[in-house]
C-alpha cells in the first residue's frame, strides 16, 4: 500500500514538471518568434522614408489642374478659372482661360488663339538658352517694323518673371503687335502678342503668358 502510494506520488510529480516544461518551452518559443530584428527595423524605416521622399519630389514637380486668373479686358476686371494645358508642340504648360484655344503654328511655334476671333493670339517660341540675344532683338524689332516704323520700347510690368524681359511694340491703323523676350532658367521664351484697340486681349494673353512652365506637368 505504502508502495503504491509512492508511485502514484511519483507519477504526479512526473506529470506536474512535464507540463510545466512544455509551458516554459512554449513562453521561450513564443519570445524568440516575438523578438523582432534591428536591422530589419531600421532597414523598413529607411524604405518607408525614401517612399516619403520620392513622394515629396514628384508632388513638387507637379503643377494643379487649375488656377484663378484675374485680367483686365477692355477696362473691365475679369477673374476666371484657367486650365492647365500642356504643349503637344514645346516642352512646356501653361495655364489658359475659356475663351481661348492653343494650337500649335509650326515646329517651334504655338499660337494661343481667342476662340471667337483668331486674329487676336500669342505667338509662343521657346529658344535655346544660347540664342544671341543682341541678334534675338534686332531680328525682332525688324519683324515690328513691319507693322510700323516707329517701334516703341515698354518698361516691363513689375514682376518678377518680366523684370529682366525686353519688351517692344508697334502699333498701325488700330492694330497693335507687342513683343516680349524673356530670359529664363530652362529657356528663352519669346511671346508676340496680336491684338486690336477695339479688342484689347494684351492684358489676359499677359497674364496666361506667366504661367508657361517649362518642363513641367500636370497632377
Known amino acids: 500500500m505504502h508502495r503504491l502510494g509512492h508511485f502514484i506520488i511519483i507519477g504526479f510529480l512526473a506529470l506536474l514538471l512535464s507540463a510545466c516544461g512544455t509551458s516554459t518551452g512554449s513562453?521561450?518559443?513564443?519570445?524568440?518568434?516575438?523578438?523582432?530584428?534591428?536591422?530589419?527595423?531600421?532597414?523598413?524605416?529607411?524604405?518607408?522614408?525614401?517612399?516619403?521622399?520620392?513622394?515629396?519630389?514628384e508632388t513638387e514637380d507637379q503643377l494643379p489642374?487649375?488656377?484663378?486668373?484675374?485680367?483686365?479686358?477692355?477696362?473691365?476686371?475679369?477673374?476666371?478659372?484657367?486650365?492647365l494645358t500642356k504643349s503637344d508642340n514645346q516642352d512646356y504648360s501653361i495655364y489658359i482661360l475659356p475663351s481661348?484655344?492653343?494650337?500649335?503654328e509650326e515646329p517651334n511655334k504655338d499660337s494661343l488663339f481667342l476662340k471667337e476671333d483668331d486674329h487676336v493670339f500669342m505667338r509662343i517660341e521657346l529658344l535655346p538658352l544660347d540664342t544671341d540675344l543682341n541678334a534675338l532683338k534686332e531680328n525682332t524689332l525688324a519683324q515690328l517694323k513691319v507693322v510700323n516704323k516707329e517701334v516703341k520700347t515698354i518698361t516691363p510690368p513689375a514682376d518678377d518673371i518680366l523684370k529682366n524681359a525686353t519688351v517692344l511694340e508697334?502699333?498701325?491703323?488700330?492694330?497693335?503687335?507687342?513683343a516680349y523676350l524673356i530670359e529664363q532658367k530652362e529657356a528663352i521664351v519669346k511671346l508676340t502678342l496680336f491684338t486690336t484697340e477695339q479688342s484689347d486681349h494684351r492684358d489676359a494673353l499677359l497674364k496666361m503668358a506667366k504661367t508657361i512652365q517649362v518642363g513641367k506637368a500636370a497632377d
Not at 100 to 104: F, H, I, R, S, V
Open 27 to 57: 513562453e521561450s518559443k513564443n519570445e524568440i518568434t516575438s523578438q523582432s530584428d534591428p536591422a530589419e527595423e531600421k532597414d523598413t524605416q529607411n524604405l518607408k522614408q525614401e517612399e516619403s521622399k520620392q513622394y515629396e519630389i
Open 65 to 83: 489642374g487649375n488656377q484663378t486668373l484675374s485680367y483686365t479686358l477692355n477696362g473691365v476686371t475679369k477673374e476666371e478659372t484657367a486650365v
Open 100 to 104: 481661348y484655344e492653343l494650337t500649335a
Open 170 to 178: 508697334a502699333a498701325n491703323d488700330g492694330k497693335m503687335v507687342t
